[in-house]
């Protein structure tokens, strides 16, 4: 099982509503980039988010900041506005490849996920539509180029 069935495996179990974002979203949709982290939204609620924590700590990953679920719940807007956070990152001290990023300033809610099927699980994607308006919304070099490359799809 590759590191991404894992997580969404775990994720799903859980009961998270969630979905791939970023550069593993535009690979799986058939316009592959290199990417080290997997990006995830979430539908943005205190129970989604804490049981994401909870899944991603017991992969054996750990959070890059010193803040829990609650506080990126309650302190969104400040780390988005104040801080410039827009993903909160989880990484496995034993193998830097092993990296998630949870997008704070984006919410599930209302967006449209395609899946994928593997041998091993169903991973969620944000669909095609939804992620271009997420990428432009972010206009980010990468963003942009990931944009012309899904339009080019279209």
Known sequence: ????????????????????????????????????????????????????????????????????????FEYRDDYIQNRDLVAWNFHNPNDPLEQVDIVINYDLEGKSISTVETPQTTIPVLSVEDLIEMKNLSGREQDVADVAALNKLR
């Open 1 to 72: 099982m590759t590191f991404v069935e894992k997580i969404c495996k775990a994720l799903d179990e859980a009961g998270v509503r969630f979905a791939l974002v970023g550069g593993y979203a535009v690979a799986l949709h058939g316009a592959p980039r290199g990417t080290i982290d997997v990006d995830f939204a979430l539908r943005w609620t205190l129970e989604d988010l804490v049981n994401a924590e909870a899944v991603l700590k017991d992969i054996g990953l750990n959070s890059a900041l010193r803040i829990t679920a609650r506080d990126v």
